[in-house]
């Protein structure tokens, strides 16, 4: 008697996907463009103006255009990678990122450029969430807090570099290019990143894929737009009627959008932001601390590029480059930030504010003391406070927001966060830089930059009061 004996195959349960070393470049190459491609335009804004006959109002837009895409479609960016696998809407959102920093490059006219600009935002909000949420699914432990220091040491140096990269490029006027360069430049690097994603990003996605929540997609966007449009826009516009319609409507839209997402969450499903979110302290209390710091940072930075161009009477390199000490004392302050986290804890960023408002404080000082002779050696000093000070501060509180968010949550966790920071961004160029412009007529420049630099030091105050509330360790 023969006995047959079926055996069924058992497949071993899929690897964890691993980000390995070129795959952790790749990605950290991914987040850096976007961010200084905010940046960068900032000192290119007077050549293109002379160069395609564009008014104040329309350059404020080839600015505002792309932050505003880039924040409202952040959270959605996340979400769409959740779903439908993080690396391929990387490897989309780069590819659309080459093709639109083209169409800036090779833009007409002002309204093209505009347009492109917006393209440009967009793509880089449905590339940019997929960095943090491919490292925070694809690493662990020791591998994971080294890969989230170096995110925020690219994120913060990219934001000083793209000041001093759009100057250089300006001034270099390559083959004839002129401010074309600054986007340009994009092309080769998204063609070499693509090669490398291709082979050395690993795939990930949410375990349990939910469709996307349309109507909380619709009021999120409706609620940013209402809030960033009129403060980005309203100064060169002459704060028209609907700029106040606009920002009297954000607090409904914004209350709207809250009570649709509770009530989705009550109800099982999976809405874009998942308030439950918001109980995890670290994420809650890191948010909060993201804002002030953000506002205050890109406000800086607008603000020093006008004055040293149109005050001082720097070209654009040499602007640029009198930022040039705080980039490199960020980059290399921020590669000891994990040691000095795991000996002392989130007390570190404590004392990165104190060391940033020691920073602003001299640089306030030599701009009463020099003006207008204001360049490299009288920044200098307080530069360098300051890009230690925020080497010390911004790496950490990424990890500190996303220390707790389950892997499956990644993408919206930093889509959140990203847009989070994207607003305060473009708030803190629409705030300070209001205000900066608006002295200067009665004031003169030098009082109105002493005087913003002093703004900024009180976000700095609150960003140091902040920090004494995260968590002590971080993971």
């Known amino acids: 008697m023969t006995e047959t004996i079926a055996t069924r195959t058992v497949r071993p349960p899929a690897a964890t996907p691993s980000l390995g070393g070129v795959g952790l470049f790749t990605?950290?190459?991914?987040?850096?463009?976007?961010?200084?491609?905010?940046?960068?335009v900032n000192v290119a804004l007077p050549t293109i103006g002379r160069d395609l006959h564009a008014s104040e109002s329309v350059l404020e837009l080839v600015v505002a255009g792309y932050g505003l895409a880039y924040a409202v479609l952040l959270v959605l960016g996340g979400r769409l990678g959740d779903l439908f696998g993080r690396r391929r809407f990387f490897l989309g959102g780069m590819a659309a990122f080459g093709l639109t920093s083209l169409a800036c490059g090779l833009a007409p006219s002002a309204w093209t450029l505009v347009a492109a600009r917006v393209a440009q935002g967009a793509s880089a909000a449905a590339m940019l969430p997929q960095v943090l949420a491919t490292i925070q699914a694809a690493t662990a432990g020791p591998r994971r807090a080294k890969a989230m220091g170096l995110y925020g040491a690219t994120a913060g140096l990219s934001m000083v570099a793209g000041q001093i990269l759009g100057g250089v490029l300006v001034a270099?006027?390559?083959a004839g290019t002129g401010w074309r360069a600054v986007f340009l430049v994009n092309v080769p690097v998204v063609v070499v990143g693509l090669l490398l994603a291709a082979r050395a990003v690993p795939e990930t996605r949410s375990r349990h894929p939910e469709p996307v929540d349309g109507p909380g997609t619709v009021l999120l966007t409706a609620s940013l737009l209402a809030l960033l449009a009129p403060l980005t826009e309203g100064r060169s516009a002459g704060w028209p009627l609907w700029t106040w319609l606009s920002l009297a409507a954000f607090p409904f839209l914004a209350a709207a959008f809250y009570a649709v997402e509770r009530r989705a969450d009550?109800?099982?499903?999976?809405?874009?932001?998942?308030?439950?979110?918001?109980?995890?302290?670290?994420?809650?209390?890191?948010?909060?601390?993201?804002?002030?710091?953000?506002?205050?940072?890109?406000?800086?930075?607008?603000?020093i590029a006008v004055a040293l161009q149109r005050g001082a009477g720097l070209g654009p390199v040499r602007a640029g480059l009198a930022l040039a000490p705080m980039a490199a004392v960020f980059f290399f302050v921020s590669l000891a930030g994990p040691r000095l986290v795991a000996r002392y804890g989130t007390r570190v960023v404590t004392a990165g504010a104190l060391l940033?408002?020691?920073?602003?404080?001299?640089?306030?000082?030599?701009?009463?003391?020099?003006?207008?002779?204001?360049?490299?050696v009288a920044l200098l000093p307080g530069a360098v406070f300051a890009g230690g000070g925020q080497a010390l501060q911004l790496p950490i509180v990424y990890r500190v927001v996303l220390s707790e968010v389950e892997p499956v949550r990644a993408g919206v966790g930093s889509g959140v966060m990203m847009t989070t920071q994207q607003s305060a961004l473009a708030l803190g160029v629409a705030a300070l830089g209001t205000l900066f412009l608006s002295l200067v007529p009665g004031s003169g420049m030098r009082d109105a930059l002493v005087v913003t630099l002093l703004a900024q030091l009180g976000c700095v105050v609150v960003t140091g009061l902040l920090s004494l509330r995260l968590p002590r360790t971080v993971g």
């Open 27 to 40: 990605v950290l190459l991914a987040a850096a463009l976007p961010l200084i491609d905010f940046f960068i």
């Open 172 to 174: 270099a006027d390559i």
């Open 266 to 303: 009550r109800r099982g499903r999976t809405p874009l932001v998942p308030p439950s979110l918001f109980e995890l302290t670290s994420l809650r209390r890191g948010l909060v601390m993201i804002l002030p710091f953000s506002v205050g940072f890109s406000g800086f930075m607008f603000v």
């Open 356 to 376: 940033q408002g020691l920073g602003i404080g001299l640089m306030a000082l030599a701009a009463w003391r020099s003006w207008p002779d204001l360049g490299l």
